[in-house]
T-cell receptor
Framework: KQEVTQIPAALSVPEGENLVLNCSFT??????LQWFRQDPGKGLTSLLLIQSSQREQTSGRLNASLDKSSGRSTLYIAASQPGDSATYLCAVPHNYGQNFVFGPGTRLSVLP | GAGVSQSPRYKVAKRGQDVALRCDPI?????LFWYQQALGQGPEFLTY????????KSGLPSDRFFAERPEGSVSTLKIQRTQQEDSAVYLC???????????FGSGTRLTVV
């Protein structure tokens, strides 16, 4: 059964810092991995989708990497801003279904 | 529409009441998913539709939960005889198909009192 963990559970940093969020999954036979952002009381916004054939994806100040063999993905945020404050979730496909399995999220606070 | 639309945004139900939550996916999206998100946790899968066919309902927590998508577009999640443990945000997501990313709606926050 696919299980996803995320470290750290919460992170508070001053504005301008570069930071790394970690995601681990137990079954490496995945065909993609997706990172989402969730603001309080809101739904999920897709940030980056990495296909299994890719090693990384970039969008603006965000860079996500994928290492299937070790069951890990990292989300790198450069020059963090207060507007980046949110919960970040990673998700991988379930072993035997179409649905995604989500991690518990990392709650990020960027202080001005 | 431009995004996934869910209604109502908030629902307060008395314990024992039946509720119906609606999801309008992006036009043309074949796949539709329902997730349940408890406070402080990641979303947990409830059920999956491909067009009008419910292909996976393994995540539904009890037989009080029922979902349908009769014409392959709008979907309704129904919860009968609501209990306090049903209080959560219910998220709907749609996608073009396997291997393609999800688009989520803003969710319905259900509070059972």
């Amino acid at each position: 059964k696919q299980e996803v963990t995320q470290i750290p559970a919460a992170l508070s940093v001053p504005e301008g810092e570069n930071l790394v969020l970690n995601c681990s999954f137990t079954d490496s036979a995945i065909y993609n991995l997706q990172w989402f952002r969730q603001d309080p009381g809101k739904g999920l916004t897709s940030l980056l989708l990495i296909q299994s054939s890719q090693r990384e994806q970039t969008s603006g100040r965000l860079n996500a990497s994928l290492d299937k063999s070790s069951g890990r993905s990292t989300l790198y945020i450069a020059a963090s801003q207060p507007g980046d404050s949110a919960t970040y979730l990673c998700a991988v496909p379930h072993n035997y279904g179409q649905n995604f399995v989500f991690g518990p999220g990392t709650r990020l606070s960027v202080l001005p | 529409g431009a995004g996934v639309s869910q209604s109502p945004r908030y629902k307060v139900a008395k314990r024992g009441q039946d509720v119906a939550l609606r999801c309008d996916p992006i036009s043309g999206h074949v796949s539709l998913f329902w997730y349940q998100q408890a406070l402080g946790q990641g979303p947990e899968f409830l059920t999956y539709f491909q067009n009008e066919a419910q292909l996976d309902k393994s995540g539904l927590p009890s037989d009080r939960f029922f979902a349908e998508r009769p014409e392959g577009s709008v979907s309704t999640l129904k919860i009968q005889r609501t209990q306090q443990e049903d209080s959560a945000v219910y998220l709907c997501a749609s996608s073009l198909g396997q291997g393609v990313g999800y688009t989520f709606g803003s969710g319905t926050r259900l509070t059972v009192v």
